[in-house]
Every structure is written in C-alpha cells, then in structure tokens.
C-alpha cells in the first residue's frame, strides 16, 4: 500500500522535478549573463565617473611634466578595491604612465575597436577585467588617454554565489510545490474514492441514505449497470458457483424444471437431410444459433421446431412431421414445419435477412421493407406459433425462441398458452433508437417480442438499447433496476445472457496440435514452416471479411518479409445466397481475394486461400488448430462464436485471436488483439503482432482465455435463463395460490 503511495507520489515528483530542472538548466545561464551585464554597466558609469574626478589633477601634473604626482596620484586611486590598474598614454598610443599592476598585453585601449564594437570585459590570466579609456583634451587639443582597469573578479564570485542560490531556490521550491501538488491529488483522489464508495453503499444497501454527490453523478448510471452486471456474473448469483456442463443443465432442468416441457423455436433446423446421388445425407447447418442451441437440446431433451429446408427433409420424418435427432444418438425431437416457396421469400429472405438483419446490424447496408414481406413474416410467425400450440403437453410449457426470424411470435402463443414460460433470445445486435424507429412496423415488433417473459440479448449493450427503444415507441413502464418492462398486464424480465460454445471433449484419435500443423500445411500444399491464419465465416457482409483481406494486404506491403512466408485461408460458408446483396458481397470477396493474390503471389504462393463453400464442424478444426492466428473482424456481431471455437480448440495454448471490437465476444475475450477493423492499418499491424508474438506471451492469453471459455460455455447461457425461467414460474405458482386464497376469502360467507 506505501510502496504504491510512494509510485503514486513519484508520477507527480518526477515530471515536476524534470520541468524545474529544465528551468533551471536554461534560466540559471540566462541569468548569470543578465548579471555580468547588469555590472558591465554599473563598472562603465564607475568607470566614467573615476576618470572624471581623475581628469583635472591629471591634466595639471602632465602641465607641471611631475611624473612622481602622477604615479602617487595612479597609485592612491587604485587603493580601491575595485579599480585595479591605471595607465596613460599619449597621443601616438605610448604608454607613458602606469601602476604596476597594468597588464601590459592591454597596450593602449581604445573604447571601440575598428568595427566599432565594444566589449570591455578582458580575460586575462588572472581573471576577468573591464577596461575603458577616456580621451584627455586641454584648451581643445588631444593630450592623450587615460586607461582604466576594473577587477572583475568579484562579479565571477558574486555570479556563483547568484547561481548556488538560484539553484538552491529552484530545488527548495521543486520540493514544496511538489509536496503541495501530492497532497492535493492525495486528497483529491482520497475524496474522489470516498464519494465511489458511498455511491457504492448507496447502491448495495438501499436503505442507505448515501446520496450521489453531484460531481459524482455522471459516473453514477455507468456504476449502476456496472454493479449489475458484477452481481450477476458473481460466483454466488444464481448459478455462477456451479462449474455448468451438460449434466448439470440435466440436473436442474430435472430439479427446477421437473416435469416440464421445452420446445425450441428456431427458423434454422439443426439436421439438414439432403438427397444426393449416393442418397439421404446428413448435414449440419453453419450457424451460431443451431451450434449453441444444439448443445442444450441435447442435454434436456424435449422437442425443437424448426423451418423444414432439406430436399429430403420431408421424405424423413413421421406424420407428425417428426424426427428423432441426433441421427446417430436420438436424444430429442426435430419437428419440422412447412413453407412454400412465397413464404420463404417473404418471411426469410424478405423481412427478416433484407429488413431486419441490416437493420439490427450497423454495416452500412440499408434495410429494405416491404408490405409484401411483412404480411409473409405476419403468416409465418402464426404458422410456428401453432406449431407450438399443437406440440405442447400441457399449457405452461417453457418455450425457448430464437432471434429475429419469430419477433410477433411470443405474443402470438402467449395469447393461446398465457401461462406459457416464453423465453426470446435475440441472437444478434439491438441497434439504438433511432436506428431501429426507421423500421415501419417498430411498434409491432416490440409488442410481439414484449409476449415473452424472459428476454435476453448478448451483451448489457444491447439490452439496453432495446429498453431505451421501448421507452421510446412504446406506452410501458420500465424498472431499470430490475431490468423489466411492464406492458399491458404482463412483466417482461430484460436480461443479458453471453452466449457461448460446449466446451469440446477430447476426441479420441485426434492429432494433437502438433501434427494437425504438419497436415494442414501439407493438405495445403505449403512448407511445413509456413505462417497461417485463419476466418471462418458465413459469406456475409457483417463478418468484415473485405476489411480483413485488406489487413492482410497492408500487413504484406508493411512487412514484405512476410510475402511468402505468410497464407491466409478464409473458409466462408455460403449463405442467403439468392438475395442480390449477399451474391454481391461474395463477388466482392472473391475479386478482392483474387486482386490481393495477383499482386503478392510468386511461384506457387498465393497470400489468400478462399475457400467459399461449407465445411464441417470436423474440418473446422484442424484449421483452428493449425493457424498462428485467427481473424475475427466482424463489423457487428451479437457474439460471434468462431472466436470462442478457436480458443477451444487450441489445447496446445498457443496462436492469437484478433478480434473486433464491435463483437459480444470482445466483451469477455479481453486477451484477443481487440481491433478495429474498419482501421485497416490497425488490422495489419495486429495480424503482423499476433504473427510474431513470443510463445509464452501467447500462452499466457490463450490460458486465460481458455479458462474464461471452458468456464461461461453454453450450458451456463442455458442454465441461468432456464433458472431465471424457473424462479419466476415459482413466482407466478405462489401468487396465483395467494390469488386463489384470497378468493377464496373474498367467497366465504361472513360469520
Ligand atoms: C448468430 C449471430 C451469435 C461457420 N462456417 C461453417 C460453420 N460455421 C459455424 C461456426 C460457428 C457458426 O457457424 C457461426 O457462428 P457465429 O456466432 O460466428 O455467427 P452467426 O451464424 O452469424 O450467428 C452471432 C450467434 O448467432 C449465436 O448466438 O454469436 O453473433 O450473428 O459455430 O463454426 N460450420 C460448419 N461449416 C462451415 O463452413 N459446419
């Protein structure tokens, strides 16, 4: 605590010790010759006046021809002790008369030499002298020159003296304002901390009758939310003192959970069966949502409802359009829904991948909205909502909606299944106010979404944009504390829930990292030495994959040493692919990819590997483990969980994640290269330190980041919300016995 007080004291000693001492460098000299000056002068008018007073008896004993009574009367004047010499000479420059004490190498001085200057100070062997001379006239003729010699000496020494006290000041006054300067940012700093913690108090301990002091009060708000979001993620808030896995989500949906159903809304289904030649085959969608959501349904099992899209998708289920999943160990139900062709079109890649996706999303593409989509979105929402209503058991199922595609859709079942537990999770962005207020049916939206009882978004960012969106469009009242929405007769719960990843198993007969490098490099045909980075993405415009080949071209004209040394593989997955949008984006990508290669590429080398066409979650992960460095560059992501895959990935603890800063992801991943990646230099020279960033340097963030990962995975994100779900069903259990209770009381008959 000292130590850091004394570190805290030198930050204000120090620079204020460097600028006096600066000063007193320049100004000691500037003051030192201000004085030599000012005694310059004072010796030229004592010089004057001596040669006055000596004139006259001069004049009279060169008259008398005495040269005794001119030595006697040199001699006396020189008694002085400032006046050290006195000499005359004639009018030819002779030296006539003189005191001993005359230096010789002075001759006979002239006042102004042949440029006219005048310097009198002589530095002789025994020190400096001011000399001047004064002509001599009688009755208006020359008679010669009297020499005047001053000792200086005593200037020298009062010039030190000036000089040591000078320095002494400077120091004596170093350190009183310095001390003055510490206790002031002492005291400063022990008020500024004083009003923290009582605004803190104020926080914890409600009735506490802290108030936020006024210079405290733009912190105040900022604290709140930051408060908030410690408390939940504390060990000790509910569910954060568990290590989360897949048994421990089975064990609380059976304790908090028993018996209930859970039914998953989604418009991506998580098992694609596709007719091939060599017949039914399975595939698994490249998605963030179906990668996280998968883990959970997994573990509670229940049914999943979802967009039916496979070309053999309908040859493969029941007639109740179900199938068993996961094909190769059955563990929960794949419902899939119907649509046709205009459906599609409207509800999908209409409204919700050409209004809301961009809309949500800041990325510079304009949303488009049509009536026509709209009404296909409208139809949709109510084809899953019955959907729902039909697969329920009971009529307080826990129902788990996912994103942007099924906004109407918890008002819709809430109005069929009112006790319904509705849990929407928005998987990407909330954009602000204003933003969003350009969508024509902004009041809709809110209203369907405010069915749910939980909502939850990625980060506290866009929770709380979205109840600042509500406030403004819509009549409600919210509990910013609480983080509610009070809406018609209904609470909605606001939350902030990270997504994330299931930690992997290892999976036996995996290379380790080691040899997944040696493979991949020889899969791709570079030597066994070669530099790699990584971006897995689907091909679209919000994942900044044009920014990031931009990075990779500055970084090769940065660092040239690096062309040939150095391939980046991009694997994009094609998605939404009929929308004009995003097939201009794909061209985008590959002209730009293919610019950057002509450009760099010598021999066989090409700087960039584009390899635009889906991979499985399998072949991910050898490329993950290869590369020195992943690049996650998305110009706004909701999450994004290739970051956290990388991490997981990368049991070896080693390789670098560059990350944007505009992802949820770099709100946990503080270890990552945080990037901007519309800063294209900023992105080069992150790929250019991640690719020379010392082994232990790397290790050290991987771990941490490693632990952060494995421990916030995705049953976590499950957990808290089915326990949240599960608090608040007991909740309404207990008011709606009270409720019945005081019914009951309220139908008694009085005694
Ligand atoms: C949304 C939000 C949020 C990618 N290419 C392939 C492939 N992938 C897998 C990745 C990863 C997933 O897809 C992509 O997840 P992201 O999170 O990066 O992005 P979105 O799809 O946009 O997801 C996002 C997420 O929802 C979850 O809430 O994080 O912010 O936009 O798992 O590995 N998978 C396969 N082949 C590929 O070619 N199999």
């Not at 005359?88 to 030499?113: A, E, H, R």
């Not at 139809?379 to 329920?392: M, T």
């Not at 980060?459 to 009242?477: A, G, I, Q, S």
Request: aromatic residues 10%; hydrophobic residues 40%; proline residues 6%.
């Amino acid at each position: 605590m000292r130590l850091r007080s004394v570190q805290l004291a030198m930050r204000f000693i120090v620079p204020l010790a460097v600028v006096l001492a600066l000063f007193g460098y320049f100004a000691i000299p500037w003051m030192e010759s201000f004085t030599v000056r000012w005694f310059v002068r004072d010796l030229d008018t004592r010089s004057q006046f001596v040669s006055s007073t000596l004139q006259q008896p001069l004049l009279t004993y060169l008259e008398e021809k005495s040269p005794r009574r001119i030595n006697e009367m040199f001699n006396r004047a020189i008694q002085d002790e400032r006046l050290y010499a006195l000499g005359f000479c004639d009018t030819d420059g002779k030296l006539l008369y003189k005191t001993n004490t005359y230096p010789l190498s002075l001759g006979c001085w002239q006042n102004q030499d042949s440029e006219g200057k005048t310097n009198p100070v002589v530095r002789l062997p025994q020190g400096p002298v001011h000399v001047s001379s004064k002509e001599l006239v009688q009755d208006g003729v020359g008679v010669g020159r009297l020499v005047l010699v001053h000792d200086m000496s005593f200037i020298e020494r009062r010039s030190e003296d000036t000089k040591k006290y000078i320095t002494g000041l400077f120091a004596a006054l170093a350190c009183i304002i310095s001390l003055i300067t510490v206790l002031v940012a002492q005291l400063s700093w022990r008020g500024w901390v004083n009003g923290v913690r009582d605004m803190l108090r104020g926080e914890l301990l409600p009735q506490s009758t802290h108030a936020t002091p006024p210079e405290m009060a733009p912190l105040a708000s900022d604290l709140r939310a930051l408060l908030y979001e410690y408390n939940r993620d504390q060990p000790g808030a509910a569910g954060n003192n568990q290590a989360w896995d897949a048994d421990t989500l089975k064990s609380l949906l059976r304790r908090e959970l028993a018996g209930d159903e859970i039914l998953v809304v989604s418009n991506r289904e998580p098992y694609i069966h596709v007719a091939t030649p060599e017949g039914v085959q399975v595939q698994r969608p490249a998605s963030g949502l179906v990668t996280a959501v998968e883990a959970v349904m997994r573990a509670c099992s229940g049914t999943w409802i979802a967009h039916g899209a496979g070309s053999a998708d309908r040859a493969t289920v029941d007639r109740n359009d179900h199938v068993p999943v996961p094909p190769e160990n059955p563990s929960y139900t794949l419902r899939r829904v119907w649509l046709s062709k205009e459906e599609e079109q409207g509800y999908y890649y209409g409204f919700a991948n050409e209004g809301l996706w961009p809309l949500c999303h800041i990325a510079h593409v304009r949303p488009v909205f049509r009536s026509s989509d709209w009404e296909e979105y409208v139809k949709v929402n109510q084809r899953f909502a019955d959907a729902v209503i039909r697969e329920a058991r009971s009529d307080n199922p826990v129902v788990l909606i996912q994103d942007y595609h099924f906004a109407l859709l918890p008002r819709m079942v809430r109005a069929v299944l009112p006790k319904a537990t509705i849990i929407t999770f928005w998987h990407i962005p909330w954009p602000n106010p204003e933003s969003f207020g350009i969508c024509p049916w902004r009041e809709e939206i809110l209203d369907g979404m405010l069915g749910s009882t939980i909502l939850g978004f990625h980060t506290p960012f866009h929770r709380k944009n979205f109840l600042d969106t509500v406030d403004r469009y819509l009549e409600t009242r919210i509990e910013t504390e609480a983080s509610t929405v009070s809406y018609g007769n209904q609470l909605t719960q606001v939350e902030h829930y990270p997504i994330s990843i299931a930690w992997p198993e290892p999976v036996p007969g995996e290379p380790d990292a080691a040899a997944s490098h040696a493979q991949v490099r020889h899969a791709l045909g570079l030597p066994a030495d070669h530099l790699l980075g990584i971006g897995v993405d689907r091909l679209d415009y919000t994942k900044g994959i044009v920014e990031r080949f931009q990075a990779v071209e500055r970084m090769l004209e940065l660092h040239p040493h690096m062309v040939g040394r150095f391939t980046f593989v991009q694997i994009a997955a094609p998605t939404r692919s009929s929308l004009d949008e995003y097939q201009n984006f794909e061209a985008r990508v590959r002209g730009l990819a293919q610019r950057i290669n002509q450009r760099f590429s010598r021999d066989s080398y090409v700087p960039i590997i584009l390899k635009a066409e889906h991979h499985g979650q399998d072949q991910l992960r050898p490329y993950f483990r290869a590369a020195q460095v992943c690049s996650v560059t998305s110009l706004h992501d909701g999450m994004n969980l290739v970051a956290k895959e990388f991490i997981a990935a990368r049991d070896d603890e080693q390789g670098v994640l560059v990350l944007s800063q505009f992802t949820g992801a770099a709100r946990e991943l503080h270890e990552a290269l945080i990037v901007n990646p519309y800063h294209i230099e900023q992105g080069a020279e992150a790929l250019y330190r991640a690719l020379t960033m010392p082994a232990d340097e790397q290790g050290e963030r991987m771990r941490s980041m490693r632990r952060r990962v494995r421990d916030f995975n995705v049953y976590r994100w499950a957990g808290r919300m089915l326990m949240d779900a599960a608090r608040l069903r007991q909740r309404e259990r207990v008011m709606s016995r009270i409720g019945s209770l005081s019914q009951e009381k309220f139908k008694r008959p009085a005694p």
